[in-house]
Each structure stands twice: as C-alpha cells, then as structure tokens.
C-alpha cells in the first residue's frame, strides 16, 4: 500500500464489528474509507479513516464516523483492498476459461 494514497477496505463481519465495538450487530458488510499512513509490519496498517459503512441484508447502508480518526486495521479482518483513484485504461481479459 501507499502512504498518502486513499483506499477502500472490505472487512470480515466479525472484523467489522471488533473495529466499531458493536458485538451484537447484525450480520452485516462492513467497509472502511480512508487514507493509508503506515504500515504495521505483519499486524496491519494505520489508516486516517474517513467513515465506515455497515450493510445489513435487507438495510440501507449507515455510515459512521470514528475518533480519533487515525486507527490500525488488522490484517486478520481485512476481505480485500481496493485502491482508490486509479484509472485502468485499455485493460482486457484474455484467454478466460469458463
């Protein structure tokens, strides 16, 4: 990951709500917005959140602010990263089997 660059990060269920400290939340999708600040080597890494969402099955996604806003996220939560802000031109699928 690169520091000062923006990502979205898809936490586990479980993940999510040890992040928020919501253990009795439903289930729910959980995902993280912000800014990358360092990395935390084999543990996870510090990002300056800028909110959180929570989906439930059939619910409206609620978005939640957290402080302070810079927060270390474990490795052992994280589903996927997407890296925001990026722009992938003429890319194309070759050779996909089915």
Same mark, same amino acid.
């Given at each position: 990951? /690169?520091?000062?660059?923006k990502y979205?990060?898809?936490?586990t269920?479980?993940g ?5 400290? =919501?253990?009795?939340?439903? /289930? ?6 912000g /800014?990358? &600040? $360092?990395? $935390?080597?084999?543990i ?5 959140? /800028? ?7 059939m619910g $409206?996604p =609620?978005l939640?602010k ?13 589903i996927?990263i997407?890296?925001?802000g $990026? ?5 194309? &699928?070759t050779?996909? =089997?089915h």
């Amino acid at each position: 990951m /690169e520091k000062n660059r923006k990502y979205t990060v898809w936490l586990t269920d479980q993940g999510g709500r040890a992040f928020m400290g =919501k253990p009795d939340e439903p /289930e729910s999708r959980w995902l993280v917005y912000g /800014e990358h &600040v $360092e990395d $935390e080597p084999n543990i996870g890494f510090w990002l300056q959140v /800028e909110y959180v969402e929570q989906t439930t099955a059939m619910g $409206e996604p =609620k978005l939640f602010k957290v402080g302070p806003p810079v927060c270390l996220i474990l490795w052992t939560h994280v589903i996927t990263i997407q890296r925001q802000g $990026e722009k992938f031109q003429g890319a194309k &699928v070759t050779e996909y =089997k089915h």
